[in-house]
T-cell receptor
Framework: GESVGLHLPTLSVQEGDNSIINCAYS??????FIWYKQESGKGPQFIID?????DKRQGQRVTVLLNKTVKHLSLQIAATQPGDSAVYFC??????????FGQGTRLTINP | NAGVTQTPKFQVLKTGQSMTLQCAQD?????MSWYRQDPGMGLRLIHY???????DQGEVPNGYNVSRSTTEDFPLRLLSAAPSQTSVYFC???????????FGPGTRLLVL
């Protein structure tokens, strides 16, 4: 079936550097994506979302880019901090409460 | 607001036992969902509800029942637990059908 997936299971960056987490999807009709952050022992926390009528959306220290041509989206975290350590999921919102999650990328921050 | 709350935090069951995982939200959200998360994987949708009295199946509904008698509560029932149901269970709610879902802290279930 159609899927959403992340490219790398783990990512390690230096504190202060920018982090880029990638995600690919297979359904060209997909039109709404969400990035979630999940810290150890907690539920997923909404970070930012983007709809297919946009290529880029910015939040506080985070930017999501959507490339519909190659069916790829990325989450960029600026000036990564220790508190950014978590597992990051991209999810496709298929409406009616149906979120389809990728497998997640564990982001580790090196001091 | 407490947001989305789940009880218990952790539960151990024997194969064949039944139990109910509780979920409640105080945000007056119409839409609620149950997901399970297995090690190293993303969340998979079990059941969801678009309002009191209305529920539907998600991606992995087998072995689970739900009901929605009030807007606030959305319990998940395991009628006869199996080791394959060992997982972390998350409840979520949202204000609108395609809106942002807010997740509870999870229930960790171990079936022996």
């Amino acid at each position: 079936g159609e899927s959403v997936g992340l490219h790398l299971p783990t990512l390690s960056v230096q504190e202060g550097d920018n982090s880029i987490i990638n995600c690919a999807y297979s359904n060209s009709a997909s039109d709404y994506f969400i990035w979630y952050k999940q810290e150890s022992g907690k539920g997923p926390q909404f970070i930012i979302d983007i709809r297919s009528n946009m290529d880029k959306r910015q939040g506080q220290r985070v930017t999501v880019l959507l490339n519909k041509t190659v069916k790829h989206l990325s989450l960029q975290i600026a000036a990564t901090q220790p508190g950014d350590s978590a597992v990051y999921f991209c999810a496709e919102n298929r409406g009616a409460q149906k979120l389809v999650f990728g497998q997640g990328t564990r982001l580790t921050i090196n001091p | 607001n407490a947001g989305v709350t789940q009880t218990p935090k952790f539960q151990v069951l024997k194969t064949g036992q039944s139990m109910t995982l509780q979920c409640a939200q105080d945000m007056n959200h119409e839409y609620m969902s149950w997901y399970r998360q297995d090690p190293g994987m993303g969340l998979r949708l079990i059941h969801y509800s678009v309002g009191a009295g209305i529920t539907d199946q998600g991606e992995v509904p087998n072995g689970y029942n739900v009901s929605r008698s009030t807007t606030e509560d959305f319990p998940l029932r395991l009628l006869s637990a199996a080791p394959s149901q060992t997982s972390v269970y998350f409840c979520a709610s949202s204000y609108s059908l395609a809106g942002t879902q807010y997740f509870g802290p999870g229930t960790r279930l171990l079936v022996l």
